[in-house]
């Protein structure tokens, strides 16, 4: 268990409360369900990382956290819950009122897909978008875990299928679907689909929310110093 003795952190917690919740933040009164936290665990991990407020309420309000219970809960999560599991770093602060408010990050993974243990050992990724926990779609899925594949890539001739999806990426800057790809090429959703994990897995494209849906965009080359 932890020691709930946290630091001296009033304005510090409450100028993290003021950002509200969004894509790297999240709001956790009630910590009862290890399942549900791993799902925020895996959406910041698969994004690019982010924390998690615990004993803040959805509107903001500080409720504090009942005892040490909540991080075993928190930890569990991770431990358990997570596939693969994930590191955390758990910090405890002192509010207004003499509440504990506990501050829990999580990094963007550094293999992905992070994948939750569902009930009936069902494996679910999931992806933080704005303020909101969303499983992450298949063909992600597929894209990171070929990026992540120690096996050979596939061998692509960038005349065809290939170049014209990079054009496509490129040319709007708002990305183009798997489904206006299809159309314009003329491919079947199978080969649309296994050219977009290739060309991901090759850092060529990348896939961005755009509210609704994810779409295929290209991915800027990385300088030497990156």
């Known amino acids: ?46 994004n690019d990382g982010g924390r998690l407020l615990v004993g803040v309420k959805d509107n903001g309000a500080i409720a504090g956290v009942r005892n040490e219970e909540d991080i075993y809960v928190v930890e569990q999560a991770a431990e358990m819950y997570c596939v693969p599991p994930q590191q955390l770093r758990i910090t405890a602060f002192k509010t207004e009122g003499g509440h504990t408010v506990i501050r ?55 005349s065809g299928p290939g170049r014209k999806l990079l054009e496509m990426a490129t040319d709007n800057s708002a990305g183009v679907t798997l489904e206006e790809f299809m159309l314009t090429a003329h491919a079947s959703r199978a080969a649309a689909e296994e050219l977009a994990v290739s060309l991901y897995a090759m850092g060529l494209i990348d896939f961005r929310y755009d509210g609704t849906r994810f779409n295929i965009v290209n991915r800027p080359a990385q300088s030497e110093e990156d």
């Not at 946290?6 to 100028?15: D, E, L, M, T």
């Not at 009930?119 to 899925?141: K, W």
């Open 1 to 46: 268990m932890k020691d709930l003795k946290g630091i001296k952190g009033k304005f510090y917690i409450a100028s993290l409360i003021e950002e509200g919740e969004h894509e790297h933040q999240d709001f956790k009164f009630a910590i009862s369900d290890a399942r549900k936290i791993a799902r925020s665990l895996s959406a910041f991990a698969n």
């Open 104 to 158: 829990v990050e999580i990094d963007r993974a550094a293999r992905r897909p992070v994948h939750v243990k569902e009930s009936g050992g069902q494996l679910r990724a999931y992806y933080r978008v704005r303020d909101e926990n969303i499983a992450a779609p298949d063909l992600l899925v597929r894209a990171w875990t070929r990026a992540e594949s120690k096996e050979e890539g596939t061998v692509i001739e960038m």
